[in-house]
């Protein structure tokens, strides 16, 4: 039986070893809810930027014959503010689920620790309680390894939807080039233009400060 300085010298070293793992997924979990936080923003924009795109179309309607240039680029402008916003959706429940992965490490860790401690206090039920923590342990590095592939998935789905939106902001200038041959209607197709542009580069410049953060 082991001494009972020995006992305490590796209850302090597990419980030591357990708090730093659980301040360390405590701040894992911190950081998907920013991570979070920020991709609503990006889905609401992503939203403008579908309404954007759809006025885009109508303005390009009333405009008629004169704006046959921005309307072809309108049309593309809308079928890249769905894939936006199915990409955007994705990303949401992507992000979502990590959060409830770390939540979830989180509270295996503690429950990891508990067990450690009444273990190390009862030599009557030791073998039981040890065999409960290597299933515990088990579970915890499963959870961790999925953890890890959820932050590589999302940066590289990121990386995906910073290209997208490249896209966009390249058809949004291809449109204020467009707006120019719009005869009388060239101002308020210029303005449409240039409302997709700001909304695209501001998700755009979001989306460039999220990738560096999961990186």
């Known amino acids: 039986m082991r001494s009972l300085s020995a006992r305490t010298s590796q209850q302090n070293t597990m419980t030591t070893t357990d708090t730093s793992s659980t301040g360390g997924h405590a701040a894992d979990l911190e950081r998907a809810v920013t991570v979070n936080e ?8 992503s939203s403008e930027v579908r309404l954007a795109a759809m006025n885009a179309m109508l303005t390009a309607k009333r405009a008629g014959e004169r704006s046959l240039g921005f309307a072809v680029v309108s049309s593309e402008l809308r079928v890249f503010s769905g894939q936006l916003d199915g990409f955007m959706q994705a990303l ?5 689920g990590l959060i409830q992965r770390v939540a979830e490490l989180l509270k295996q860790t503690r429950v990891l620790r ?7 206090q009862s030599d009557g039920a ?9 299933r515990k342990q088990e579970h915890i590095q499963s959870t961790r390894q999925g953890i890890l592939q959820d932050w590589e998935v999302l940066s590289l789905q990121l990386e995906r939807a910073q ?15 467009e707006a120019a041959h719009g005869g009388d209607m060239a101002s308020t197709l210029r303005q449409v233009a240039e409302q997709i542009e700001e909304t695209v580069g501001s998700m755009l410049a979001i989306l460039t400060a999220l990738t560096a953060q999961v990186e």
């Open 163 to 177: 290209r997208l939106c490249g896209t966009g902001a390249a058809l949004s200038r291809s449109a204020k080039i």
């Open 92 to 96: 949401a429940a992507l992000i979502s």
């Open 126 to 134: 030791r073998e039981l309680l040890a065999a409960l923590a290597r």
């Open 114 to 120: 508990a067990l450690r401690m009444t273990m190390d």
């Open 38 to 45: 920020e991709i609503k923003r990006i889905v609401v924009t």
